[in-house]
C-alpha cells in the first residue's frame, strides 16, 4: 500500500488529479492530516504501512520557509523512528504553497486573469500597511470564480473539493513546473510499487 499524507482537502483533490492524469493507478491512498501539527495522530498509519512494506509519502506546504519546514518534518521522521520520502509544495525547493503551484501552472490564456489580481494586491497594499492582502486561498478561488461562476452549477465547481485540476482550459498539467512533483511520484509510486 502507497499512503499519500497531504493536508487538506485542496491538497487531496490536486495530488488525486494529478496523480490520475499521470495514469498512476496503483494502490495508493491519499490520506488528509488537516495540518502538520496533526501528523502525530497518524504515527499508527505509518508505523502499520511500514511492516506491511508499504511507502509512505508526505506531501505538504513549505509555507514561508523551505528549508525550516523541510527540517521540522525530517525531525519528526527521526524523533518517531518512521519510514516516509518528503515533498514540500510548490516544487521540493521554494517557499510556497499548493497555491503558489497552482498559479504557476495557470495556462498562457489565463495569466491575465492573475495579473488583474495581482494589480489589486498591489492597490491594496498601497493603500494602507495595516490592510491584509487576501491569501493565495482566496486569489486560486476568484480565478476559478472569473471562469466558472456564471451558474450556481458551475459555482459548485469552484470549491476545493469538487475543482477539476484535469481541465486544461484552467491548469496545465503537463507544465514543466510540475517536474519536480512528478519525479517525486513516479520514483515513490512506479518504481517502489515494483519492489512491494
Not at 24 to 31: A, T
Not at 157 to 179: G, M, P, V
Amino acid at each position: 500500500m502507497i499512503n499519500i499524507f497531504v493536508e487538506g482537502i485542496a491538497d487531496e483533490k490536486f495530488i488525486k488529479d494529478y496523480l490520475s492524469y499521470l495514469n498512476i493507478s496503483n494502490d495508493f491512498k491519499v490520506i488528509k492530516t488537516n495540518g502538520k501539527d496533526n501528523l502525530l495522530d497518524f504515527l499508527n498509519i505509518f508505523e502499520k504501512n511500514t511492516d506491511l512494506e508499504g511507502v509512505n509519502l508526505i506531501v505538504f506546504d513549505a509555507d514561508e520557509d523551505f528549508n525550516e519546514r523541510k527540517q521540522e518534518i525530517l525531525n519528526f521522521r527521526e524523533f518517531n523512528n518512521i519510514d516516509f520520502e518528503l515533498f514540500l509544495f510548490p516544487n521540493n525547493e521554494d517557499k510556497g504553497d499548493l497555491e503558489t503551484l497552482l498559479e504557476n501552472i495557470i495556462p498562457e490564456d489565463n495569466k491575465n486573469i492573475i495579473n488583474c489580481w495581482d494589480n489589486y494586491e498591489n492597490c491594496i497594499g498601497k493603500l494602507s500597511k495595516n490592510l491584509t492582502i487576501p491569501a493565495n486561498k482566496t486569489k486560486i478561488y476568484a480565478y476559478l470564480e472569473v471562469l466558472l461562476g456564471k451558474t450556481q452549477e458551475e459555482k459548485k465547481k469552484i470549491k476545493e473539493r469538487s475543482r477539476d485540476y484535469k481541465n486544461k482550459k484552467h491548469w496545465n498539467l503537463n507544465s514543466d513546473y510540475l517536474l519536480n512533483l512528478k519525479n517525486f511520484l513516479l520514483d515513490n509510486i512506479i518504481e517502489k510499487e515494483k519492489i512491494i
